[in-house]
């Protein structure tokens, strides 16, 4: 100590040391208290990150596999028109055109829509529709639909695409990288999922939805407006972000590290130096679509945010030490020696306490003057962080309801447990509420299981299988009575009714008979009106639930129409003491479709037993009428070889004919009305363009037509067995050679019987073909 500090007075010394050693002291103290608060305000935001880029991943994934599962749903509605035999093979177009515009008036999920299908897939004749709407100009089918109509066509680059490419060679959909495209003249960010259109096992083409970046941007604001989200491929490419510029780019310009965390699927976080700043960045996995690699959330925080609040709380710390070091150092000053004692004994308390010591006591004895305040406010600051720590040690064993009395409004440590307590109890709030989800959902899924095992068993008998379904579905449900109604297959509209075909503790006064007409009552309005009834207030005496004890009306009542693929097969209706749940009707929703599946499925199977035992009866007719048959063709064959005889005499009488019209056109032309009205003829000429027909032939091959829709065909065209025979017979008859095949012509089997007409010098003038059916 200098000889200077020696030579001070005690009551310059006594605050000077005392100043000294309290701003020591503090100092500790605050040191000591900065890294826990440093290490609980990263804990705080870490974990307030990771919630919130949880929550938009899943929101986002919420809206994307939303769309993606309506898209691959509808895959099967294209697989079944083109499939489709009810379906007339030049309307299949426009009824998947009226399908998808009707999808997209109906799912709000989809903004927009479109199919690309494999050369002839959906029915056989893209060469009819060259440069039509809807397709390329090739004639293939290729719709695009956006906002509810048919916006453009799909070039035929596109099969190259990355879109169309993979789910073509691996046979699954997948979600593509973000890329420009040109929608109404604006070049707009977006990426697209594909879904593969599969017909027998064999790819037929794609259908998908587009997803633009800027729309899920606008998503991800909503969401957070506190940290800076982006989804991110599994390639690491940036997909949706606010700053469009960065869309398309790989995250973080290619950093190796979060390139090759991507790839392991899992969630991860860190600080990472981007452009000479901390950044705080959390990476949150969300699935997409069916078997594809999970992509990416991220949301960034500065570190400065990430560590505010130790911040303050550190300015807090130095500000009341401070105030201590001028507070201690007046005191000190103010009493001088005979307070030394005093003076002595409160810095060895406030020594104690900078050292995280707590269980102390003061001396009883009081004064009126700042030692006894300094003792008094020493007690209640003992007293205050007795009271805190006691908190924190409740927090820490989970007691997050317990209160806590702060030492004032600007308690700062106080206060920052009062927040983190909040805090904890918002999140066990929302765990508990995706808890219940979770568990709801579970239950919904173990009843779907069990319900698609019931419905595999007695699916041969209607009564055994709807007995069984209402009874296990009201005890699932917790319910106390319930009845299924089945439509009959009555062919007279008037004569359907809908039979209660099984029941649980039923007693329904109203139906004696079991049987209800559409339209009667609740169960028959449901029928109608194809949609489910849930009342909370049933009329008076409607149904009564029986016990031992007696009758008692029930609380609720749920009718749902078993409906699938819009048919309606009947009514299931519920009733209880206890509300139904919305998940609990949304189950009952479901299961009813697969009812109605089911009820489908036993339907198709009776009515084929029925047609085997009709087919099994028809054989043995048709056994029967075998005989008669073979002793007919007998007789047959002694018909047939008149007929030939006739045909040798009609084929000579037509040579000569045709050979005595030689040079003469006059002839020819008389010749050739004559044959025309005299015989089944066509006229072709030397090229093989068809002239004339007579009008027993137009008969046989029009089908409805006149004479001027055959003419000017080509004799291939025309010929009765097909474009193949035909050109390779006209090739012989070019060289003169007169032919005879057989054919059929129309319903009936024949002779064709073509000659070639040649001038002197043998060169073919024209050609008739003569239709000769088989008497």
């Not at 999140?427 to 509420?433: D, E, F, G, I």
């Not at 028809?618 to 007919?632: D, G, K, Y």
């Not at 007929?643 to 050979?659: N, V």
């Not at 025979?725 to 070019?734: L, N, V």
Request: with cysteine; hydrophobic share 40%; net charge negative.
């Amino acid at each position: 100590m200098s000889k200077n500090f020696r030579n001070l007075s005690v009551k310059v010394k006594i605050p000077l040391i005392i100043g000294i050693a309290s701003l020591f002291a503090l100092a500790l103290v605050c040191v000591l208290l900065m890294s826990p608060l440093r290490s609980m305000s990263f804990e705080d935001s870490s974990q307030i990150a990771r919630l919130s880029a949880e929550d938009a991943g899943y929101r986002l994934a919420e809206r994307i596999n939303g769309a993606a599962s309506v898209v691959r749903a509808y895959s099967g509605v294209v697989e079944l028109i083109a499939d489709s035999d009810v379906i007339p093979r030049e309307r299949k177009r426009e009824w998947l055109l009226a399908e998808m515009e009707m999808l997209l008036k109906r799912e709000t999920k989809l903004s927009s829509l479109w199919c690309t299908l494999e050369p002839d897939a959906l029915d056989g004749m893209d060469s009819l529709f060259i440069n039509r709407m809807a397709s390329d100009v090739n004639g293939i089918f290729c719709p695009w639909f956006a906002d509810g109509k048919l916006e453009s066509e799909t070039s035929e680059d596109d099969v190259n695409a990355e879109y169309y490419a993979v789910p073509k060679a691996t046979g699954r959909e997948v979600i593509t990288e973000p890329y420009w495209d040109d929608v109404e003249g604006e070049r707009i960010h977006m990426f697209s999922i594909s879904v593969p259109i599969m017909l027998h096992g064999e790819f037929i083409g794609v259908i998908g939805t587009d997803f633009y970046a800027e729309e899920l941007s606008e998503m991800i604001n909503n969401l957070d407006r506190n940290a800076i989200g982006k989804l991110i491929t599994n390639k690491g490419v940036i997909a949706v972000f606010h700053d469009a510029e960065q869309i398309g780019k790989l995250v973080e310009n290619g950093n190796r590290r979060i390139l090759k965390q991507l790839t392991e699927g899992k969630m991860f976080d860190g600080m990472y130096k981007v452009d000479g700043r901390d950044i705080y960045k959390v990476f949150v996995p969300v699935s997409l679509g069916e078997g594809n690699d999970p992509w990416y959330y991220a949301v960034d925080i500065p570190a400065k945010d990430v560590y505010s609040k130790a911040r303050t709380t550190a300015l807090y710390l130095i500000f009341f030490c401070f105030v201590g070091v001028v507070i201690i150092a007046f005191t000190g000053w103010i009493m001088m020696q005979p307070l030394l004692k005093d003076i002595t004994g409160i810095t060895d308390v406030i020594e104690q306490l900078s050292l995280g010591h707590i269980d102390l006591n003061i001396d009883e004895r009081r004064t009126e003057d700042e030692i006894g305040k300094m003792k008094n406010q020493l007690n209640l600051l003992i007293d205050g962080l007795k009271r805190t720590a006691n908190y924190a040690r409740e927090l820490g064993q989970g007691k997050l309801d317990a209160e806590h009395q702060t030492m004032s409004g600007g308690d700062v440590l106080g206060n920052s447990l009062l927040e983190m307590s909040r805090s904890l109890q918002d999140a066990s709030t929302r765990q508990a509420v995706r808890d219940k989800e979770e568990e709801q959902r579970n239950w919904g899924t173990a009843g779907l299981a069990k319900f698609s095992e019931i419905l595999r068993q007695d699916n041969n008998n209607i009564e055994t299988l709807s007995y069984n379904i209402v009874n296990n579905l009201v005890r699932y449900l917790d319910a106390n009575q319930g009845g299924i109604f089945i439509l009959n297959d009555a062919e007279n509209k008037e004569e359907r009714l809908l039979e209660l075909k099984g029941c649980y503790a039923y007693d329904r006064r109203k139906f004696f008979e079991k049987q209800i007409r559409p339209g009667e009552g609740l169960i028959g309005a449901c029928f109608l009106e194809r949609r489910p009834i849930y009342m909370t207030r049933i009329p008076p005496d409607y149904i009564n639930i029986c016990s031992g004890l007696g009758d008692a009306s029930p609380s609720v009542l749920l009718i749902c129409p078993l409906k699938v693929n819009d048919v309606i097969y009947g009514v299931i209706e519920i009733a209880s003491f206890n509300k139904f749940e919305p998940y609990q009707r949304e189950f009952v929703e479901k299961v009813s479709e697969s009812i109605a599946s089911t009820m489908s499925t036993v339907r198709i199977n009776m009515r084929t037993t029925k047609l085997l035992e009709q087919t099994r009866l028809q054989a043995e007719e048709m056994a029967n009428a075998e005989e008669e048959l073979r002793q007919n063709m007998e007789e047959m064959q002694a018909t047939q070889e008149e007929m030939r005889r006739r045909e040798i005499e009609k084929e000579k009488k037509i040579e000569e004919m045709t050979k005595e019209s030689l040079n003469n056109e006059y002839m020819a032309r008389t010749l050739n009305q004559a044959l025309l009205e005299t015989f089944d003829a066509i006229e072709f000429s030397e090229s093989g363009t068809l002239l004339s027909m007579s009008a027993s032939v137009l008969k046989i091959m029009g089908g409805g037509l006149t004479e001027k829709d055959f003419v000017g065909k080509s004799y291939a065209e025309t010929y009765p067995g097909g474009l193949e025979d035909g050109t390779k017979i006209w090739e012989r008859i070019k060289t003169g050679e007169r032919t005879t095949t057989y054919a059929n012509l129309g319903d009936t089997p024949g002779k064709v019987v073509s000659i070639p007409v040649t001038d002197k010098e043998g060169q073919l003038q024209k050609v008739i073909v003569f239709a000769l059916a088989e008497e």
